[in-house]
Structures are given as C-alpha cells and as structure tokens.
C-alpha cells in the first residue's frame, strides 16, 4: 500500500489525482497541502487523511511514501527537489519545470536519494495511443519517416478552481500552449516512434489569446515546431490555444471551439491516422489505399497515477521516469530558443548540456 500526500489540491488534483488514486486499491490518500488551507480541508473530508499547514511538515512526515506535485509551474522543481531529498517519491505535473537546470536538478535530486520521479504525460496512455505504438511496432506501416501531429483548444480559462488563471502570468507559468499542449505531443512522438527529437525548428508566439483586461497574454499561445528525430524520422507539430475548428454538426465555423488532438504517421508502407475521426480513432491506409479501421474503447482514467503506484508496488522506474522526461523538455527549451534567435538548435546530443 502506498501511502500518499497530495501538493496542491485545485482542479488537476480534484479531477485527475485524488479521484484515481481514491480508486486504486494499492494507494491510500493521506495528506493535503494547498495555499488555500479550506480548499485542502474540503479534500480531506471527502478523501480522508490530514492537513498540513506548510508543505514542509507534509513532507517531514514519515508515514507518507509518496506525493503529487500539483501546483503552478514556477514551484515544481522547488517542491520537487525538497520532496525527493524528504526521501519521498514523486509525481510531478507537466511541465517538469521551468528551466532545463531545474529539470535536470530534480533528476539529480531522484537519483541522488534513490527515489522514483515521475512526470505527468498522460497522453501516452490512452488506449489509442497504446494500440497505435502495437501496430507500429507490429510493422503495419513501415518504417516512420515523417510526421504531422496538432493540439489545439480554447485555453486553459477554465482549468483553475480560483477566478482568474495563472496560466497567463509569465511569472506562475513561465511558459505557455508549448509546454502545456505541444509538450504531450512531443512526449507522444517519442513514444510511438521509438525516437528521440535532435533538432527543432520553431516559432513560439502569442497572437490573439488576451487576459480579462484586454491585453495579450504574457505566454506564449501558439507554436509551430519542425522536429528531426534521430531515428531518421522528420515532421511538424502544432500547438495553439486559439483553436478554430469547424463544428461538423453545422458546418459552420467556430472560433475558440473544439479541441483538436490529431497525429499523423507516414511510414514505407502506408500511413497511420489517429484521432482525425474520433468515430474511427485508428485509421491506417496501405500503399494500394485500403483503410483499416481500429475502435477502441474511450479512456476512463489518466493512466498516469496507475503507472506511478504500480512502479512503486513493483519497485522498478516508472515509464516516464524524470530523465526520459527529460528529452521531452529539452525539445521544449530548444524550440524556444529557435524561435528566440531565429535558427535551428541541436537537443539531446551529448554536446548540449545548457540552453
């Protein structure tokens, strides 16, 4: 039984984490710790366990084996690393951190303690994603050689329990729809391709998205990336929190509408399609063009707290272990700083260590 303590108690906890590690009979919710001391009372009264009033003394407490990280951005690594040296294990919401030492600093903090550190990529862990990287495997198109994968919503507005969103301050998020959304895709490209990103070339911008005064937010709202895997593999990635999408239903156009969360994979021997058609999630086409359709039962849980609990029963890395996230997270920064200076930047070479 792993005895947990959550940091953090607004909506990603209330939605994601305390509900499936309430469901899962190896986890037992036992502490709480938020800015907001009511809110994490609320939380123990349906969940059970006590509150802390620092997330110090959460941590001092020896009973509890592991903790959720769920805070803003700006206090991941902080919390983290404090965690990790509490000789808890971690699991950390995306984006790891802020900055590229910071991530690496909480890597070091893991392993330095003999800990287990995971990051919350949940997207990996859909059951369309998990059938597409079978057949992938399974050779039905061949070898990847190119790619085309989006993500798009209408913002984060409503992600936050409290009025307002930090989301939009550059000092709580530091980054934007990038590392929000284009940061699953990426965990997701190297997933299903066995690939790793070495080379971005990107254009990271905010061009519409505006906070309740009228202004542009201070976050990025849109990326465009071309990533080159070294694999061999090449293609695009888009991530936007100015979604235009067209409502099928009317045909009419929406602004700010539905989320769109599509991939696209062209191998030697024909090309996959998911999530295009949600009807049809799994579309894959062979060089003579015939389609093959896959249905596969909609997502009930994230994943992630499944994997993570099950890591720390079973005492192996769990499947996003801090360091592969770390590849994820160099892709980020390194597309940042394309964008920043107008060129293509190398990631994950044994030559770059800082950017």
């Known amino acids: 039984m792993v005895r947990v303590g959550v940091i953090g108690c607004g909506k990603i ?17 036992v502490a709480y710790y938020d800015v907001n001391h009511e809110r994490a009372c609320q939380v123990a009264q349906q969940y059970g366990g006590k509150v802390y009033d620092t997330y110090y003394e959460l941590l001092k407490d020896p009973d509890i084996d592991a903790v959720s990280i769920c805070v803003e951005n700006r206090n991941h690594a902080e919390m983290t690393t404090a965690a990790l040296y509490a000789g808890k294990h971690v699991l950390c919401e995306k984006p790891m951190a802020v900055t590229l030492a910071e991530c690496e600093s909480m890597v070091a903090a893991a392993e330095r303690n003999g800990r287990q550190l995971m990051i919350g990529h949940n997207v990996r862990f859909d059951p369309v994603h998990r059938r597409a990287k079978e057949l992938l ?28 969103t930090w989301f939009f301050d550059k000092d709580k998020a530091a980054m934007g729809a990038l590392s929000d959304l284009g940061i699953h895709k990426v965990d997701l490209l190297q997933y299903l391709t066995d690939q790793t990103v070495i080379e971005t070339t990107a254009k990271v911008m905010t061009l519409n998205k505006r906070d309740e005064a009228g202004n542009l937010i201070g976050v990025d709202d849109n990326a465009l990336c071309i990533l080159r895997m070294n694999g061999g593999a090449v293609g695009t990635l888009a991530a936007s929190w100015t979604n235009i999408a067209v409502d099928s239903a009317s045909a009419s156009w929406t602004v700010y509408g539905h989320e769109c969360n599509s991939t696209c994979l062209y191998g030697t021997k024909g090309l996959m399609v998911l999530y295009q058609d949600m009807e049809n999630p799994i579309i894959v086409r062979d060089l003579s063009n015939t389609s093959t359709v896959y249905n596969i039962e909609p997502q009930t849980s994230s994943g992630v707290i499944d994997e993570f609990v099950a890591a720390l029963e079973q005492g192996r890395e769990p499947e996003v272990s801090g360091r592969k996230a770390l590849t994820t997270m160099r892709a980020i920064f390194g597309s940042i700083k394309s964008s920043e200076t107008g060129a293509t930047v190398s990631v994950n070479s044994s030559f770059v260590s800082h950017l």
């Open 137 to 164: 495997q399974q050779g039905v198109i061949g070898d990847v050689l190119t790619f085309r994968t989006v993500m798009g919503n209408a913002g984060p507005e409503g992600w936050s329990v409290d009025k307002g």
């Open 13 to 29: 906890a209330q939605v994601r984490h305390l509900p499936e590690y309430a469901a899962n009979p190896d986890a037992k919710l």
